[in-house]
């Protein structure tokens, strides 16, 4: 393994995050989908109503990667977490920072006792549908995400007025 560690993040790793958060939109073909500031990411991690937990992983002093995390709840199962992104950059890929990322999610939600640990993955992302798959994870390829955006539930709401 290379020289990384991995941390709880701290407010003023937003920074460096949302640049994380870009680099992976860009990769998803997405980089002007990004309206998340820093600042969003400061009062919602960190602020009085906290709404996810983040790790950052570092190389040699700087941040490298990212993984956030929220708190769920399935019908099915209970209490569960559900992994937002894992970011790892372009440059650190195949070091075992993403494995080593994964591991903290995974201990993570083992000490909060939960259940399920989910998230998503692009289907046209095979490097990263293999690491899942290595990782035990199942990926799920009959469901399909649904979103309502912004503009979406407005539109909802006016047409139930």
Excluded at 108 to 127: A, F, M, S, T
């Amino acid at each position: 393994m290379s020289d990384f560690k991995i941390r709880n993040a701290k407010a003023d790793d937003m920074g460096r995050v949302l640049q994380l958060i870009n680099e992976l939109a860009k990769f998803e073909k997405e980089e002007n989908a990004v309206e998340v500031t820093d600042e969003d990411l400061i009062r919602d991690g960190f602020g009085e109503k906290k709404l996810f937990h983040c790790f950052v992983a570092e190389s040699n002093g700087k941040i490298e990667g990212m993984a956030l995390v929220y708190p769920r709840y399935s019908t099915w199962k209970g209490p569960t977490v559900h992994l937002e992104d894992l970011i790892v950059t372009e440059k650190m890929r195949g070091s075992g920072l993403g494995t080593a990322l994964l591991n903290e999610v995974v201990s993570y939600g083992h000490q909060l006792g939960v259940k399920r640990i989910n998230w998503e993955v692009l289907d046209w992302n095979e490097p990263a549908i293999n690491f899942y798959e290595a990782k035990g994870a199942d990926v799920k390829r009959d469901w399909d995400v649904v979103h309502l955006d912004e503009q979406g539930i407005r539109n909802y709401i006016n047409n139930i007025k």
